[in-house]
Structures are given as C-alpha cells and as structure tokens.
C-alpha cells in the first residue's frame, strides 16, 4: 500500500527532532506545563486507541487462545492505565507522576517483550477451557498492580531515593531498562515483520519503536515542560495513533478484526493451522507460479480438513504444482490460473464456481490476496444446488416441449377437432383446421347458435339420404344432450359459397364427477375423396351394361381414376383378397409401414400389425358382415414406430354380384390420443370444480344461519346497559361477522367458479358501469383514485362485469399497503372496449405471472385464489380477454378487452 511507504516519515522526523534538541541544547529553550493538560492529552490518546487494542487482543486469545496476543493486550493495558494515572497524579506532584509512570512502564516492556517472543515461537498452547480464567487473572493482576502502585506513590511509601526531585540514579536505571526492553520488543516484531511481511505487524513495530523513543527523551529531561518532555510525549501519543492504524488494517484484510489481529502475530506453521482448522468450508493458500509475467501454474502452501473433505485431496499435494497434481491442463482450469494470477498480483478479491475434476464436484470459490505473488481460496460444496438447478429447468424444458407438441398437434392434425364448453353446445371451440373449414378467425365461437359478425359462410348439413340434420341431432349436440357416445357419425356440410364437405367421426360428452354433462368433444375426418370415389364407382357400375369394347374402356379409366385417388389420400389405403392377402395399396401405406408397394402387394394383411391375430379376425368379418368400422388396430412400421389407427373396411363386388375383396382405410389416431388424454385432465379439473361446488352450496345455509343469529344478539345486546361486558360482547359479535362475510366470499368465488356462465346480455354504459362499481368501495386514505373514463356502450353482462371490476380493484388496492395511485381508464380500439385497472402498488414476481390466472393459487394469506380465475370466465363468456402487465416495486395494470357495438 502506499500509505506503509510514508508509515516511517513520522519515526525518522521525530528522532532526527529528538536527537537535534539534545545535540544543541534546546531543551529549556521553552517550559510549559499547565497541570491539567497532561492528563488531558493522555486520557485523549490512550484511552481510545489502546481500549481498541485491548478489546480486540482480549476477543482474539478467547477465540484462538494465543499467549503472545493475551501479552500484547496486558502489556498496553498497564502501559495506557499507569499512563492516565501518572498523568492524574502529575497535578498534584511530578515526582509522584514519575514514580508510577517507571515502575509501569518497566513492567510493560518485559510483557512486551515476552509477547514477542512467544509470537516469534508461534505458541498457540492454551486449552479453551482455561482461556477465560487466565484472562481474568492476568487482566485482574495488572490492574491491582497499576492501583497499589500509585497508592504506594501518593502515600510516599517508595524509598526517598526513588521519588526524591530530579533525576536519580535508580529512576534512570529503571528508565533505561524500560526504554531497552521496548526496543528490543520492537526489534523482535521488526524480524518477524520481514518473515511474513505483514503490514498490520510493521505498524505495530513502529508503535512500539515510538514508545521506546519517546521514553527515551524522556530519560535526558532536566525540567519537567521542556521542549524534550514534549518531545517525548508527542513521540508517545505518535506510536498510540500507529497502534490503532495496524488494528484498523487488521479488519482491510478481508478477515474479521479479532482474525486479523491474531493473523498479523502469527509467524510459524502452526498458528496457521490453528486459524484454518476452526473454519466449515474449505481453505486454501497457494503462490501463483509465473512465466514472462503470466500466471502459468500454481502450488499449493496449504489447506485445511475441510479442503480435503471436499475436494478429496490430501496432504500430500502440498508443495506440488497444480500440473502435478491434476495433470493435463484443461480449458477450464488454464482460464482459473489467469484469474488466480490477477487475484495474487493486484489484489482484486474475486468468486468462481467450477466442477472439480478430482472429486466431480461442483464448488464455489471465494479467492482473495493476503500477500503478493500469493492467494487464498475458501471452498463450498455446491453440487446439491447445481443438481437442484439443472433439473429444475430439465423440468422446465420437458414442461415447455410437451406444451408445444400438443399446440402443434392441434394446429397441423388434418382431423377437424370440435369441443363444446356448455351442455348446450353454445359455446364451441375448434383446431386450426376447423377455423379454416368454417373460414373464421381462430379462438372465436364456431357455434351455429353464437352471434359472429360478418360471418363468410354458413352451413348445412345433410344425411346420407340427402335430408338436413336438425341442429340438435348433430353428433357433439346429441353426445351432450344425451350423455352417451355417438360412433361412426357420416354427414355432409353444404357451404352458402358452394363449397361441399363430407366428415365421419365420432363425439363423446365431457361429464364430471357426478355424472353431469359439462360439455362435449368430437374428431372427424375428411372423407369428401371417398364419397365422390364411391359415387364414381357406383357411376361406372351402372354403365357396364353397354358393349364390351366401351365397357373395357370404361372399366380401364375407372381403374386409372380409382388409383389417382387412392393416391391422393393422406390416409393408408388398401385392397384385400378373400384369401387375405394384399392386392393393392396406395403411398401413404407405405409410409406407415416402411414397406414398398411391389413387396406389400401378395403379402398377407395381417402381417403388418403389432397383433396379426386381431387384423386376421377383423378383415375375415368384413367378409362375413359387409363392412366394419372404427377397428382399432396399431401398424408396424419397419423402422420399429407403431402407428395406432381406425380402420373402416366394407366389401367390393363384381358386376354379378360376387364379393371380390375389401377396400380398407385407416385414419391415424396417435394425435387423437394424445388429445384424448388431455380431454381426460380436463374432466378430472371438472370433477374437482364440481365437488367444491357442493362444498360451497353446503356451507351457505349454515353461515346464514350464523349471520341471523348475530343479528339477534346484537339486538339483544341493545336492551342491556352500556358497560364494559356489552362492549366487549359487541366487539367479538363484530369480529365473528366479519370472518361470517369472509367465508361468504368464498363461498361465492367456488359457486361462480364451478357453475356454468351464462351471461345475460343488454347494452350497458360503460362509464355507469365502472362508476357504480367504484360507488360500492371504500378505499383507504392513502389511495388516491384517478378516472379517465369516456362515454361508451357495449353488449355484456353487467352484473358479471361489475364483479369482474370490483375483484381487480379489490386486488389493486391490496396490492397497496403503504398507500397510492388507483387508476382506471375506459378507451376504444376498432370494434373492442379495454377498461384498465392500474395501481402503483408492490408488483407481481416474475415466478407467481405464469400462475395467475390458475384455479386455487394466490399469494395472498386471507385467499382461496378463485377470484382471478373468476374473472378469466367471466371475460371469456363475454368472448373477450384478460391481460396483464406488471413491474416488481412499481405496479400492475389488468386491462379488460371485449368486443362491443356502438
């Protein structure tokens, strides 16, 4: 540091001072000693820096037991104590004075002394259970003999030769002896200094050097006041300042004070030990190994046990290199050595985290410079967090890549995908390819009952025999209305532009727990190329009663027209003999299969399944019955994939009559299943939303019962006299209404939750509408409420909406403990109305955002986490959204949008 350069300017200024005076005779060039100002100077120097020396000395030898720092607190203990007292009693008398300070000052130079040689000696050798006691005794003993030193002074009990005036014999031997012993303390901590290079132990050696100095121009004063007395006293307070700088450096080490200090007194291997021994995490110390000024390798000087336990190493790698030791550097640890060779040469402290290639351990590391050219590192092991942390987002990213496969299923699965979300079908969703089909935008209600402006097209569909299906006979609307599955359902949709679509498939009704219809699903496919096949097929039958030659044309084109569109299906196709065996197949057949067509046709059907005993039974029961539809079976792909697939399968027959073969199709259900499935989970939710309806409906004749008859107490309460018994009753009758309103809360979140919505809708004024939510709030003090509110009119529900904006002001006003700015906003965008909520309150954490809108979470202490949830179905039915954007410490804005008429 550059402060340790100028740290001896003060020491060579005040001895080339000292020696000048005495040199020509300065010293009663000047006298002043006013009587107080001694003790005033002494109570000011020595109280502070040495009461911080002591403290720390006294906290450091309980913590590590070090006899040298246990000597080093005693012996500026005595020197600082005999120091204010002499200073006191030079008021009275400076013969006195002169008597305590020697006597003192001679017994804190040999503990000085003896300090600094058991720190030269490194004796750590006192037990804990003695630390305590030793300490009291020896800090005890000094005291006692400090006070009977000076009581022995002021009752003149010491021999007149020692406190007779001016400067005697024995007061100089004493003197000198005591300016000897300092000297040679501090010239023992000087060699000790150039060991370990410590900068806290060379300030300390300067302190002591000073307190040697200054006593030794106390040994040649011949007047007490003169220009050598104060001299001596400023040499003193010098080295008391010297000693609070080294302990203030003790902490800058990057230790706590009490280990710095016992660290600057330390000199041999032991005391080292006995510092790091007492450490949890692993230590280290190394010295940076150099090449052309970089950093190139490392050795290790020494570790503790809890290096070893975590790094697995031992003893043994002390003194060698880390090329010793790990072998073949590798990227990862050449990039540590430079950081380690920054750290040891500019004395930057630094963290890292690596794997350890020795014990395949994840650690961190804190590296830090005591000296230069050297570092420490403390150790963690980390391998638990870093386990905790990679499968947490390995969590994450199969969470994540499920999600996207079933979104993509969805958007690119040709099958059309219908879900109703009511009993009644009035509310109906669809896949991309639906929304396509109908040519609406996607997320809109394909329902034929829902009100969808600017409709493109409308449909009808018709039957076999060509008649139009009633609405409520179509599959989902039949599955819900009667709770059973309906298979194998072949209809025609008839466009308004022309367009003609024919689907087979099947629909099932969504129930929950107790058996009640919540809705239904159905899959269908398109079979237009099949229909217009088979009424091509059915054309050419009929015309083969003309002459041969026409016929054979006929037949020959019909051939080559069937076989482009067996082609053209996505689906697989096939053709099979009454013996069982393969005649014709299409391409996507052998896609399924990995097969070519050449070695597919003349193999047996079942062959190709992953249960050939199952395929054999159902194309033998074509045969028997004609037909066969939805039959489930799994393709075998020679690669090893299995595709599960609905085989519909009927006979095709001669012009006599004579069956020939069958004609089977297979429709690829594996994304089917998969969406099945999820269809499954979401029954499951159902019947949880069910049953906490029950819950809630059970609950609401009790707590009404409760609340008629805290009613009647209150009433009662009000015929007896006021005194404190009434006011208290009062009060709980209060409290037990207020947790009454509490649970009726939620009694009416799991009821809007679980039962279906069906919003009655009327033109509403919008700004009546927020206003009058806002007219039934009580809000705080501290919030303040902004409005920007236009007139406008939209198509909802209001009683659902006001619910909706009373929940998001509810939590906007608890999102504001310490009070706010509340702000709601009304504005138009195209054909949609936003309303916004925005509240300057605490924020939503990044983690709770994804959550929000899930049944049954909140972050609140009083909350069943309905409310938001409430509100997504409630702005849903309106066929609206819900959304929000939010910054942690500023506030969160929900914003409502629904489509309106003006």
Known sequence: MQFLKFATIPVVLLVTLIFGVLFFDFSEAFIYNPPYLLLTFNLIFYIGATAAVIYISIKSFLKLGSLAVLLVGTSIFIFALSTISAGWVGIFSSNYSITIGNICSLVASIVQVAASILSLEGKYDTPSSDRKLLLTTVFVASFLFVEFTSVMAL???????????????????????????????????????????????????????????????????????????????????????????????????????????????????????????????????????????????????????????????????????????????????????????????????????FMSSKSEKWLAQSVYSIEKGCFAGVIEDITARKKAEEELKKSRDIEYSRRVELEAVMATTPAYVWIAQDSECRNMIGNKAVYELLQLPPNSNISQSSFVKERPTNSVSYDNQGLPIPPENLPLQEAARTGKPVFGFEFEMRFDDGRRVWLYGNATPMQDANGSVQGSVGVFIDITQMKQLQTKLNQYAKSLEGLVEERTKQLLAAALYSRNLIEVSMDP???????????????????????????????????????????????????????????????????????????????????????????????????????????????????????????????????????????????????????????????????????????????????????????????????????????????????????????????????????????????????MPKGGRLTLEIQREGNSIQFSVSDTGVGIPEDVRPKLFTPLFTTKSKGQGFGLAVCKRIVESHGGEITFESAEGKGTTFSVRIPSLK
């Not at 992953?610 to 075998?636: C, H, M, N, W």
Request: hydrophobic share 40%.
């Open 155 to 353: 009752s003149g009990l010491f021999p007149s030769f020692f406190m007779a005036s001016g400067p005697t014999l024995i007061r100089q031997v004493v003197l000198g002896l005591t300016i000897s012993f300092f000297a040679e303390a501090s010239l023992i901590f000087g060699i000790q200094y150039v060991r370990s290079r410590s900068s806290v132990l060379l300030l300390y050696t300067l302190a002591i050097g000073l307190f040697s100095l200054g006593l030794f121009s106390s040994f040649t004063v011949e007047t007490i006041g003169d220009v050598t007395t104060w001299l001596g006293r400023i040499t003193l307070y010098t080295g008391t300042i010297y000693l609070l700088i080294s302990l203030l450096m003790s902490r800058s080490r990057g230790v706590n004070f009490s280990n710095g200090w016992i660290e600057a007194f330390k000199q041999d291997k032991l005391q080292f030990d006995a510092l790091i021994t007492n450490m949890n995490d692993g230590f280290g110390y190394y010295r940076i190994v150099l090449e052309n000024g970089e950093a190139v390798d490392y050795v290790f000087v020494d570790i503790n046990e809890a290096y070893m336990r975590i790094t697995g190493l031992g003893k043994e790698i002390l003194g060698k290199r880390a090329s010793e030791v790990y072998g073949s550097f590798g990227n990862d640890l050449q990039e540590r050595i430079k950081v380690y060779g920054k750290v040891a040469l500019t004395g930057e402290p630094t963290k890292l985290e």
């Open 573 to 815: 196709l096939v053709t099979i003999s009454a013996e069982g065996k393969i005649t014709d197949v299409n391409s996507a057949t052998e896609l399924a299969t990995g097969v070519s067509r050449e070695r597919l046709i003349g193999c047996d059907f079942s062959d190709f399944f992953t249960e050939p005993e199952k395929a054999r039974v159902g194309y033998q029961s074509v045969f028997k019955e004609g037909f066969i539809r939805d039959y489930p079976l799994s393709i075998r792909n020679v690669s090893g994939r299995v595709t599960y697939v609905l085989y519909n399968a009927i006979v095709y027959r001669n012009e006599s009559g004579k069956v020939q073969g069958v004609f089977a199709t297979a429709r690829d259900m594996t994304e089917y299943k998969a969406l099945e499935e999820k269809l499954k989970n979401s029954e499951r939710l159902a019947y949880i939303g069910q049953t906490a309806g029950m819950v809630g409906h059970d609950l609401r004749n009790p707590l009404q019962s409760v609340e008629g008859a805290i009613y009647l107490a209150k009433e009662e309460l009000k015929s007896i006299p006021e005194n404190q018994a009434r006011q208290s009753v009062h009060s709980m009758l209060d409290m037990i209404d207020e947790q009454v309103t509490y649970m009726n809360k939620i009694v009416s979140d799991l009821q809007d939750f679980v039962r279906p919505l069906t919003p009655k809708f009327e033109m509403v004024d919008i700004k009546k509408l927020v206003e009058s939510a806002l007219s039934g709030m009580n809000f705080p003090e501290n919030i303040q409420v902004e409005k920007s509110l236009r007139e406008d009119r939209a198509v909802l529900d209001s009683v659902l909406m006001t619910r909706v904006l009373i929940n998001l002001i509810t939590n906007a006003i608890q999102a």
